[in-house]
């Protein structure tokens, strides 16, 4: 078996991009093989990127890591299938179906198995995405360092040493792009209503958020310090950081994580 051959069960957005991100930094395309239950989507992902179009059952015997990219609700028929076909010893299994755990993976597939459990975030499809990761006891240095190899091809990466790490990440950085969108539509909506017309409007506020990311990048450990450096004594910017202190901005962004979080917890329970 060659070794370096990795496969993807499910073709979404996500396998996608960890495909084009692999390609890119010199995987070639014949190691990576793929199979779903959507053929035109499996086509479109062989013609786009070479990748090798192969059954579920050779997915599991022939490759030394198996990336599981298929829905939640998918995945205990995905693994019972997959279970009687798995070589198991040496192969990794990569997970980035949401909520779903490393011991229910093992549970469906009725054996012990090196797995690691991802969080991606939708950044990820671009290449700015930050992962969350969690390897169970089962899997080796050699095998971590893999996984880390595959998803850096989406953005970042942060290991956490305890499972339930993965619920606070899915909270934060998860959904946390929909939190900035929703404030980029506010302002993109404020700034039609003050006057400026619609597309001068979204250029604006993204590449202010564009800007602002950037500039929290290059001082990660001081952002109170930036927030502080921008808001003039009298300023027209501490009028606006007013009005969003006492109007409870904090204690707002504080519920909305914490349902979030709660919510993860809850779907992880449930499957």
């Known amino acids: ?9 499910g073709t979404g957005n996500m396998a996608e991009s960890m495909i084009r991100g692999l390609t890119a930094t010199g995987r070639e395309s014949r190691e990576l093989w793929a199979t779903d239950i959507d053929n035109a989507r499996l086509a479109y992902i062989a013609e786009c990127y070479g990748v090798v179009p192969k059954s579920l059952e050779a997915i599991a015997k022939e490759t030394n890591v198996i990336i599981l990219s298929v829905k939640p609700q998918s995945i205990e028929l995905v693994l019972t299938n997959l279970a009687n076909h798995l ?33 991606p975030n939708t950044p990820a499809m671009v290449g700015f995405g930050a992962t969350g990761l969690f390897a169970n006891k089962k899997v080796s240095a050699s095998q971590r360092q893999e996984a880390d190899s595959i998803l850096r091809t989406l953005g970042i990466n942060a290991w956490v040493d305890n499972e339930s790490k993965i619920d606070v990440i899915t909270a934060i950085s998860g959904s946390g792009p929909a939190y900035f969108f929703l404030l980029i539509e506010a302002l993109q909506d404020i700034a039609i209503d003050l006057g400026l017309d619609e597309d001068l409007s979204k250029i604006l506020v993204n590449q202010t958020a564009i800007g602002a990311g950037h500039l929290a990048q290059t001082e990660v450990n001081d952002i109170t310090g930036l927030r502080k450096r921008v808001t003039s004594p009298g300023g027209t910017t501490e009028a606006a950081i007013q009005v969003f202190e006492s109007g409870g901005f904090r204690k707002l962004v504080k519920d909305a994580a914490t349902a979030a979080h709660k919510k993860s917890v809850k779907i992880a329970e449930k499957n």
């Open 1 to 9: 078996m060659n070794k370096q051959i990795i496969g993807f069960i």
């Open 87 to 119: 070589y198991r010893d040496e192969q990794l299994i990569i997970s980035i179906a949401a909520g779903v755990t490393t011991s229910q993976i093992e549970s469906y597939c009725g054996t012990s198995l090196s797995v690691v459990r991802c969080m």
